[in-house]
Nanobody, 123 residues
Framework: QVQLRESEGRSVQAGDSLRLSCAASGLTFSTYTMGWFRQAPGKGREFVSAITSSGRYTDAGFLTGRFTISRDNAKNTVQLQMNGLTPEDTAVYYC?????????????????WGQGTQVTVSS
């Protein structure tokens, strides 16, 4: 059984940093591209960043370099380092796995999802 488990989210102040982690089990981690998505209240699920097993990554344009995705294939984990958080970053953040070595920003292309973790940024 595949499981993706995100680390616990937090409530932070604008300008703070936060690091999310996702632990994967039940799959051959190195054969999956891992992604982070987010969903704000009343909005659809939005692509944030994704990384292939070889370390190639793509970020959403709105990030302007504030977030960094990384992965540890030995530990079956993927991280999202978020810096310079703003209230607009408030959302439920999801970890997702897409079989293969391509990066896709479409959530419907991802095979497995975590349950999500709440990040709240106050001004």
């Amino acid at each position: 059984q595949v499981q993706l488990r995100e680390s616990e989210g937090r409530s932070v102040q604008a300008g703070d940093s936060l690091r999310l982690s996702c632990a994967a089990s039940g799959l051959t981690f190195s054969t999956y591209t891992m992604g982070w998505f987010r969903q704000a209240p009343g909005k659809g699920r939005e692509f944030v960043s994704a990384i292939t097993s070889s370390g190639r990554y793509t970020d959403a344009g709105f990030l302007t370099g504030r977030f960094t995705i990384s992965r540890d294939n030995a530990k079956n984990t993927v991280q999202l380092q978020m810096n310079g958080l703003t209230p607009e970053d408030t959302a439920v953040y999801y970890c997702a796995a897409n079989y293969g070595y391509a990066i896709d920003i479409r959530p419907e292309q991802y095979d497995y999802w975590g349950q999500g973790t709440q990040v709240t940024v106050s001004s």
